[in-house]
Structure formats: structure tokens, C-alpha cells
């Protein structure tokens, strides 16, 4: 009886009669993949941790700060800070002092201690905290548009000491200005966008 094409290859034959097919046999492949691959993760390992180094995370935050520029006793870096609606005038000092936020202690003109902690944060970042005190003015907005318009312009006033402490900041975030504000009322609608309440009947 005549054998059928798959009984043969089943055999280890041909179809033709020929020389049996031997089965292909793989590469190992999979260490020289990994040893190729370690390399990168380490690098980027490294690469993450001096980013944090420079910018300055809860992780791995900035410890101090270059040599910045000295202030005279008695005189004062002016600075002024923005968010939405709200403006400080800010006057940076040198050493230990009153830090006053319109005539009031900082803790008790913000009495939320969020708002206390983010006025703060440039200090923490530059490592620069208990070097420097100041004098703010702030109008407009509400307590938390006023926090952030007061670490705008700490955040200002410090750039202004060297360029090491005005990348550490930037980088941070705390040079740029928060500019929302509420949109204006339109004629013909209740707010900005809110048309009045229309019934068919």
C-alpha cells in the first residue's frame, strides 16, 4: 500500500525519497539579550537619580547651595510675586529675623499651615532655610492665590543670589507665574458662560 506524504515526513523521510530532514535547532538568544540590556537600566538609573539630585525631590532634596551673593546689613532685595489676581511686594533680608506677611507673623496671618509649608518651599529647596528672612505686602485674590503669589516672589528674590540657586528653582518650578484668572461676565448670561434657564412652556 503506498505511504501518504505526512506518513513519510512522520518517518523522518521525504516525500521524494531523499535524505531525511534534520529539525531546525534555535539559538540560545536570551543571554545575550540581557547582558545587552543591563547596561541601559543602570544608565538610566543613574540619570534619574542626578535628576533628583538637581531638582531637588523629597527623595533626594538639595542640601545646600553655592556661594550666593552676600546682602549688606541693613540692606534688602525687593522682589515682587504674582498669582491670578493677587500681588506681593516682598523685601529679602540676610540673616535671623521676623519674617512678616502685611504686618503679621507668618502663622498667623496664614493660619492654615499648608499655605505656611508652600510660602516656604523655595527656602527648602536651596537649602537656605533660617539664612534669610523677609517682609511681604500682599493684596488680591484669596489665601491660597496669596500664598502663591508670596513664594513667587521669595522665589524671585532668591534667583537674584546666583544663577546655581536660580536653575535649582526654575527647575522646581517656582519662577513661573500662575496666570488664571476668573473669566469676565458676559452681557445677555448669568456668569462667564451660564445662559439663563429657558423653558419651551
Not at 516656604?120 to 528672612?133: A, D, I, Q, S, W
Request: glycine residues 8%; without cysteine.
Amino acid at each position: 500500500m503506498p505511504t501518504t506524504k505526512s506518513e513519510t515526513s512522520a518517518k523522518g523521510g521525504s516525500a521524494s525519497g531523499g535524505k531525511p530532514v534534520k529539525p531546525a535547532v534555535k539559538k540560545p538568544r536570551a543571554a545575550a539579550a540581557v547582558h545587552k540590556k543591563a547596561p541601559v537600566k543602570a544608565e538610566k538609573a543613574v540619570l534619574e537619580v542626578e535628576k533628583a539630585a538637581v531638582v531637588g525631590t523629597p527623595e533626594a532634596p538639595v542640601v545646600a547651595i553655592a556661594e550666593a551673593q552676600h546682602i549688606p546689613k541693613g540692606r534688602y532685595i525687593f522682589a515682587t510675586g504674582r498669582r491670578k489676581t493677587a500681588v506681593s511686594n516682598i523685601r529679602l533680608f540676610e540673616g535671623k529675623g521676623e519674617t512678616l506677611v502685611n504686618k503679621k507673623p507668618i502663622d498667623k496671618y496664614f493660619l492654615y499651615s499648608f499655605h505656611h509649608e508652600e510660602v516656604l518651599k523655595p527656602f527648602e529647596v536651596t537649602g537656605l532655610v533660617g539664612k534669610y528672612h523677609f517682609v511681604a505686602h500682599v493684596n488680591g485674590g484669596g489665601p491660597h492665590s496669596q500664598a502663591g503669589a508670596v513664594r513667587h516672589s521669595i522665589a524671585i528674590a532668591l534667583g537674584m543670589l546666583s544663577e546655581e540657586i536660580r536653575v535649582v528653582l526654575k527647575k522646581n518650578g517656582f519662577l513661573t507665574r500662575d496666570d488664571r484668572k476668573k473669566e469676565r461676565k458676559k452681557p445677555g448670561l448669568k456668569r462667564a458662560r451660564r445662559s439663563p434657564q429657558w423653558a419651551k412652556r
